[in-house]
């Protein structure tokens, strides 16, 4: 019986082999910045529109924010969204 080379191996390990991992990382926390800038919105009770407006955009440009698969934004658009909803933006490199 020939041993498993991925037994015991995470799933980090696996992705990382397969070359996905960063991507992977990516969509993820694009998902969860998306995710908490809609959250800050319903707190403030902010439509879509309202929310362009004040960060000074397109509407367009905040459905690409929010839109979770979508990982073409900037630093700046993210800031200004996070500055709507009373929020700081804060980026660690590890």
């Known amino acids: ?19 996905t991992l960063e991507k992977i ?5 694009k998902r969860v910045i998306a995710w908490q800038i809609e959250q800050g919105m319903i707190e403030k009770k902010l439509s879509k529109t309202e929310m362009a407006k004040a960060m000074n955009t397109s ?5 690409r924010l929010l839109d979770p698969n979508n ?17 700081k933006i804060h980026f660690e490199l590890v």
């Open 25 to 29: 990382n990516l969509l993820a926390t």
């Open 71 to 87: 990982l073409s934004i900037t630093l700046t658009t993210i800031e200004s969204a996070a500055k709507v909803i009373g929020k």
């Open 1 to 19: 019986m020939s041993a498993n080379p991925y037994i015991g191996s995470s799933l980090d390990d696996l992705l990382a082999e397969d070359g």
């Open 59 to 63: 509407r367009s440009s905040l459905d």
